[in-house]
């Protein structure tokens, strides 16, 4: 089935066209009704036979390498994220909820980059580029800057801050 037709029905027929259409241009011939042209319909189909890869979702090294060696952008973000989950859930020195929180958002913001400088980064595109940048940069930021407004003794003092807790808490 190409683009712009429609799936037959059980008894090989199309929606759109008959046995009776007119042939045109958009016309193509169908099993079962001998010379008779069916019209094509305009239509999208009602089910989806498959989905497309996001641009860049192929393989990020070749396709003899382990699989590991295949997804090595997608595996760095993790690595770097479950070291900022294991520094905070373990809390082995002071200040480590913060340290461990940049290094999550830092695990995102480099997403965010290798998303957009290698051409091929494997499983690490779930969406389009943009959006995949968006996402990822947009979430690492926030991360990274709640981490360092956090209370006690916040690293970034940033005053509207404290006039908006003011007014919305107080």
Same mark, same amino acid.
């Given at each position: 089935?190409?683009?712009?037709?429609?799936?037959? =029905?059980?008894?090989?027929?199309? !929606?759109?066209?008959?046995?009776?259409? %007119?042939?045109?241009? =958009?016309? %193509?011939? =169908?099993?079962?009704?001998?010379? &008779?042209?069916?019209?094509?319909?305009?239509?999208? #189909?009602?089910?989806?036979?498959?989905? &497309?890869?996001? !641009?860049? =979702?192929?393989?990020?090294?070749?396709?003899?390498?382990?699989?590991?060696?295949?997804? /090595?952008?997608?595996?760095?973000?993790?690595?770097?994220?479950?070291? $900022?989950?294991?520094?905070?859930?373990?809390?082995? +020195?002071?200040?480590? +909820?913060?340290? $461990?929180?940049?290094?999550? @958002?830092?695990?995102?913001?480099? @997403?965010? %980059?290798?998303? /957009?400088?290698?051409?091929?980064?494997?499983?690490?595109?779930?969406?389009?580029? +943009?959006?995949?940048?968006?996402?990822? @940069?947009?979430? $690492?930021?926030?991360?990274?800057?709640?981490?360092? %407004?956090?209370?006690?003794? #916040?690293?970034?003092?940033?005053?509207?801050?404290?006039?908006?807790?003011? +007014?919305?808490?107080?």
């Amino acid at each position: 089935m190409g683009a712009g037709t429609s799936p037959a =029905g059980p008894d090989g027929s199309s !929606e759109s066209g008959g046995e009776g259409a %007119v042939a045109g241009p =958009g016309a %193509v011939t =169908g099993p079962g009704t001998g010379s &008779a042209p069916r019209r094509r319909s305009r239509r999208f #189909p009602k089910f989806t036979r498959d989905t &497309a890869r996001p !641009e860049g =979702g192929g393989r990020a090294a070749s396709g003899d390498a382990p699989a590991p060696a295949r997804q /090595w952008p997608l595996l760095t973000v993790l690595c770097a994220a479950g070291a $900022g989950l294991l520094i905070v859930a373990l809390d082995p +020195f002071d200040q480590a +909820f913060r340290i $461990g929180t940049i290094l999550i @958002g830092g695990a995102l913001i480099a @997403g965010a %980059v290798l998303r /957009w400088v290698v051409p091929s980064v494997g499983m690490l595109a779930v969406r389009s580029r +943009f959006t995949d940048l968006v996402t990822y @940069g947009l979430m $690492g930021t926030l991360i990274v800057l709640l981490a360092l %407004v956090a209370q006690p003794k #916040p690293w970034l003092d940033v005053p509207i801050l404290e006039d908006a807790v003011r +007014f919305t808490v107080r």
